[in-house]
């Protein structure tokens, strides 16, 4: 793979701020997706990043350091509806590799 | 809303049958993705190709074989199935070599007995 790393697990406070990083492999970097998944589903396209800052989307940001081979996703005003899995995926030689998903809890 | 199917979406079948998995997709994309998931677990890369005639291995080793005949098409072959090879296989495709999503199928699910 492409050593994509994020955590395996966050929880979080409907309404609070949950911020979900990932480091990836800069050779052959062509730009890095974050993507949701609930379980027993298909993931379905957040994000987008290939240079470097902040790109915001609603309640979701992303953001990419290119030269630290990081991103990371921030999910804001939580809901349950927010429960899932959010992988992290990058694009090297043109291959787009995902990471193992960090599975976040939003609880009452 | 993404046009990108997948069939069947579930499969039974016994050991050392040959079985193919129907990935088509109505948007002219030129790039196009296998992925296995194991429940929980995360996407390994088996499969991608650039375009017609063109198909490449992926990271994870894979006994299954690919081809690209047509622009939409692009099945994804097991010659003979085994109990390891029980997974969820998704199908993806994406417009461009690089800043477009790729939009997923809905997967097919296997079990091998």
């Known amino acids: ?108 | 809303e993404a046009d990108i199917y997948q069939t069947p979406r579930y499969l039974v079948i016994g050991t050392g049958k040959k079985i193919t998995l129907e990935c088509s997709q109505t948007m002219g994309h030129d790039k196009m993705y296998w992925y296995q998931q194991d429940p929980g677990m995360e996407l390994h890369l088996i499969h991608y190709s650039y375009g017609v005639n063109s198909t490449e291995k992926g990271d994870l080793s894979s006994e299954s074989t690919v081809s690209r005949i047509r622009t939409e098409h692009f099945p994804l072959t097991l010659e003979s199935a085994r109990p390891s090879h029980t997974s969820q296989y998704l199908c993806a495709s994406s417009e461009s070599l690089v800043n477009t999503e790729a939009f997923f199928g809905q997967g097919t699910r296997l079990t091998v007995v």
């Open chain 1, 1 to 108: 793979g492409q050593n994509i790393d994020q955590p395996t697990e966050m929880t979080a406070t409907e309404g609070a701020i949950v911020q979900i990083n990932c480091t990836y492999q800069t050779s052959g970097f062509n730009g890095l997706f974050w993507y949701q998944q609930h379980a027993g589903e298909a993931p379905t396209f957040l994000s987008y990043n290939v240079l470097d800052g902040l790109e915001e989307k609603g309640r979701f940001s992303s953001f990419l350091s290119r030269s630290k081979g990081y991103s990371y996703l921030l999910l804001k005003e939580l809901q349950m509806k927010d429960s899932a899995s959010y992988l992290c995926a990058s694009l090297n030689d043109y291959k787009l590799s995902f990471g193992a998903g960090t599975t976040v809890t939003v609880r009452a």
